[in-house]
């Protein structure tokens, strides 16, 4: 019965504030697509893997690139990141960065004791931070074997590029939904606190003529 009655009081309260809590739904739900469509700027990750063969006689053909193993593999990570390398990923990719802006966009990560390159890019689209990646690891392939004369670089993972619009629509609906959910609860609320200072109110008012009319009576 109690559960009953303050269910029907919050009801009660809710429709006597309608307009200010389906004010503060919309205006919640509106600030934050507002904020996610044309002022945040998601960033999204994309990588690519290239594998570094050990130089040896079957894969070095001609000039043969002098130094340790070691220093081959950090020559590989500055070389992915060079302009040559960053040019040939902006010609095949068409994207609208100069080769300074893309720069500061990718990091060469090498796990310790490994032989793999990992490419990362950020990006504020999914699908164009996956295809800069691939075209990086590409254009590494084709810049070690025209300038080193070597043949020791292999793509072994791209980056995927599917479903990224969709799976952007559906983050978005999640992210309004919770918005609704919330300005809701904030509309209820305040319905709540207005409530509670207009009973203080009348509390108050009943306690000042409850007080001059005692005067009245003794006076």
Not at 37 to 45: A, G, H, M
Not at 87 to 103: D, F, P
Not at 134 to 145: C, P, T
Request: glycine share 6%; aromatic share 8%.
């Amino acid at each position: 019965m109690g559960k009953q009655l303050i269910g029907h009081r919050l009801l009660s309260c809710i429709s006597r504030h309608f307009m200010l809590v389906a004010g503060t739904t919309v205006s919640t739900v509106f600030a934050v697509w507002l904020v996610s469509v044309f002022i945040y700027e998601p960033e999204y990750t994309a990588t690519s893997q290239v594998f570094v063969e050990p130089l040896t006689s079957e894969t070095v053909h001609g000039e043969a690139f002098a130094g340790s193993d070691y220093q081959t593999l950090e020559a590989y990570q500055v070389l992915a990141k060079s302009p040559a390398v960053l040019s040939q990923a902006l010609e095949h990719t068409g994207s609208i960065y100069s080769v300074a802006e893309l720069h500061d966009l990718i990091a060469i990560e090498r796990p310790e004791n490994s032989r793999v390159l990992n490419i990362v890019v950020s990006a504020s689209n999914e699908n164009e931070a996956a295809s800069i990646a691939n075209a990086i690891a590409f254009s590494l392939q084709e810049e070690v074997k025209h300038l080193l004369k070597v043949d020791n670089v292999s793509v072994i993972l791209k980056a995927g590029t599917s479903g990224s619009e969709l799976e952007e629509n559906h983050s978005l609906s999640l992210l309004l939904s919770f918005s609704a959910i919330a300005g809701l609860m904030a509309g209820v609320l305040l319905s709540l606190v207005f409530e509670l200072v207009a009973f203080v109110r009348r509390h108050a008012q009943f306690g000042r003529r409850k007080n001059a009319h005692l005067q009245t009576i003794f006076k």
